[in-house]
Structures are given as structure tokens and as C-alpha cells.
């Protein structure tokens, strides 16, 4: 399945991320797990990975459209697969061919599996929009950050504003999987093309 999806993410201090859960009722956790694989020279505005959540697993493609005022625009593919495809996939890759049958995205290499981010979840309505406040934890990193995904940018902008009323000045947060491909790509192992 292929959508557009339009997302306000803000980098968060932890300090900032204990205000934003301090602020918030009927909250919701989900671990998830993000399996991210890659070719080399794969361009940051591309990703593929498999998320793991519960028992779902979930083959996403997304190709970054725009990224302005901390509003990312990206198209997204979607499918189904199941835990047996996630081992295979981390074991031995993931070939062009099942990108294609699977997403109907062309990849131009197999895509290497290059390790897994793992994001513990809150989600909750503040200032009527539904927010995913996320605690990502990657490769000995911690790191936080505020998401909301809505259609109307004027919604995103005025919630921007009122977080930063709440919070302080947040930044711009770069994607999750741009953030774990720098941090991997100062580590020996990878320079040295042994990541898994």
C-alpha cells in the first residue's frame, strides 16, 4: 500500500520528554523495534526497514519528499510479513526482487541488514492532536523525540508553537533511521563492512 504521510518531528532533551509525559492523561506504550537494511551509497532521503511490534511486522519503504519547519513529507509503502521474513531477512538481506513484489518499489542493490533501533512509545492527545512521544535507544545511544503526523500543516505549525511554549525551543529532528545510520557509520565494524 502506498500513502503520503506528512509528520511534524521534534528533537527532544530528556528533560523535555519528561515535561511532555508529565502533561499527559490516557497514556498508551508500545515497544517497537525498527530492522533497518541498506546498500551501500543508498541515499538518506530512502529507507526500508521492517518494524516489529507485538506480533505484527511490517515491510515499509518511504522516500522522503520535503523535510521544512520540522514537517516531513514522505511517501510510504506498507506490507504485511510475518517473523519468519524478518530472520531471513536479517540473516541474508533482502533481494530487489521481493522489494518489488512485496511494495512495488524498484531498489537498484539487495539491501544488507545493518541492526535494529528500538523505540518505546507514548502516545496521547495534547492540544487535540494525537502525539507519539518517542525514547529511541540504538547502538549505545539515547535520544528523544515528539511526532504527530496530521494533513493540515496549519495544525502542525500552531502545535509546533505550543510545544515550544510548554518545552523550550525544540529542534528539527533528523529521521530515526539517519540518526542510526551516522551513529553506525562512526563505528569500526561498519567502516570496516562487518555491520549486522
Do not use: W
Not at 521474513?85 to 541488514?113: E, K
Not at 492540544?127 to 502542525?156: K, R, S
Amino acid at each position: 500500500m502506498k500513502l503520503i504521510e506528512q509528520e511534524l518531528k521534534l528533537q527532544l532533551t530528556k528533560t523535555q520528554y519528561l515535561t511532555l509525559l508529565a502533561k499527559a492523561q490516557n497514556v498508551k506504550y508500545k515497544m517497537q523495534h525498527n530492522h533497518y537494511f541498506y546498500y551501500d551509497g543508498m541515499p538518506m532521503d530512502r529507507m526500508l526497514r521492517i518494524r516489529h511490534v507485538g506480533e505484527t511486522y511490517q515491510l515499509t519503504y518511504k522516500l522522503r519528499k520535503s523535510n521544512a519547519n520540522g514537517v516531513m513529507v514522505a511517501q510510504e509503502y506498507n506490507a504485511a510479513v510475518d517473523k519468519e521474513f524478518l530472520t531471513q531477512a536479517i540473516n541474508d538481506g533482502i533481494g530487489i526482487q521481493a522489494v518489488l513484489d512485496l511494495l512495488n518499489v524498484q531498489m537498484s542493490s539487495p539491501l544488507r541488514y545493518i541492526g535494529c533501533l528500538s523505540t518505546m512509545r507514548a502516545t496521547f492527545t495534547l492540544f487535540d492532536c494525537a502525539i507519539e512521544l518517542d525514547l529511541n535507544e540504538y547502538l549505545g545511544e539515547v535520544d528523544f523525540e515528539v511526532e504527530c503526523e496530521n494533513d493540515d500543516l496549519a495544525v502542525l505549525a500552531a502545535l509546533r508553537t505550543q510545544l515550544e511554549k510548554l518545552c523550550g525551543k525544540l529542534p528539527d529532528a533528523l529521521p530515526k533511521v539517519q540518526r542510526f545510520v551516522t551513529k553506525l557509520a562512526s563505528t569500526p565494524a561498519f567502516c570496516n563492512g562487518e555491520a549486522k
